[in-house]
């Protein structure tokens, strides 16, 4: 069974899902605010920040924005708050805190 991914919901029966919830469309990943699953968000501290822009690479989730090479906030809407980027902040521009 080959079903687009587009085509599934939260109320989708699960007779209509994937099998092996394998994706068959590209170019998902916007439409699904997995930052509801934070248990810890980082907070930046912009007043810190250097731009260097070593948090970005890092990021699992493409979570930190960058327009004109500088950073800006993050895109909470798909942050998971894995903390990969407050360890790699050497500014101390980013701390984490507990809960969403």
Known sequence: ???????????????????????????????FKTGEWRTNTPVFEADKCKQCLLCVPVCPDSSIPVKDCKRADFDYDHCKGCGICAKACPFGAITMREGQ
Not at 7 to 31: C, F, N, R, V, W
């Open 1 to 31: 069974m080959r079903t687009d991914i587009n085509k599934i919901s939260e109320q989708s029966p699960y007779m209509d899902l994937t099998e092996g919830l394998h994706m068959y469309a590209a170019a998902t990943s916007k439409d």
